[in-house]
Nanobody
Framework: VQLQASGGGLVQAGGSLRLLCAAS????????MAWFRQGPGKEREFVAA????????YNTDSVKGRFTMSRDNAKNMVSLQMNNLIPEDTAVYYC?????????????????RGQGTQVTVSS
């Protein structure tokens, strides 16, 4: 499956952005989807994941209460609504897909990855 992320940009602290990831070429509804991010000088880290049908989500602690992941299987898309952004959220954000049903948090467990979209939060 091919993944295309979009929606990044420059925003002030406290602002919001909505990232989108469009999938093509695979059985989208069979994949667990996730967002990862990689900040400057940092390793790639897990942000959020959503189950195949969107009934289960899991967020990393640092974004709980601020980020919401959702999916639309009819449109082969996932989104990440990011509110109350802080400078520490600055990173390149990637969407990823894995087979199965477990909401994995390790990057190596995802077999498909899209190119990233840059999110920059100014203080």
């Amino acid at each position: 499956v091919q993944l295309q992320a979009s929606g990044g940009g420059l925003v002030q602290a406290g602002g919001s952005l909505r990232l989108l990831c469009a999938a093509s070429g695979g059985a989208f509804s069979s994949y667990v989807m996730a967002w990862f991010r990689q900040g400057p000088g940092k390793e790639r880290e897990f942000v959020a994941a959503i189950s195949n049908r969107g009934r289960r989500t899991y967020n990393t602690d640092s974004v709980k209460g601020r980020f919401t992941m959702s999916r639309d299987n009819a449109k082969n898309m996932v989104s990440l609504q990011m509110n109350n952004l802080i400078p520490e959220d600055t990173a390149v954000y990637y969407c990823a897909a894995r087979e199965g049903t477990r909401l994995a948090v390790l990057d190596r467990e995802y077999i498909f990855r899209g190119q990233g979209t840059q999110v920059t939060v100014s203080s």
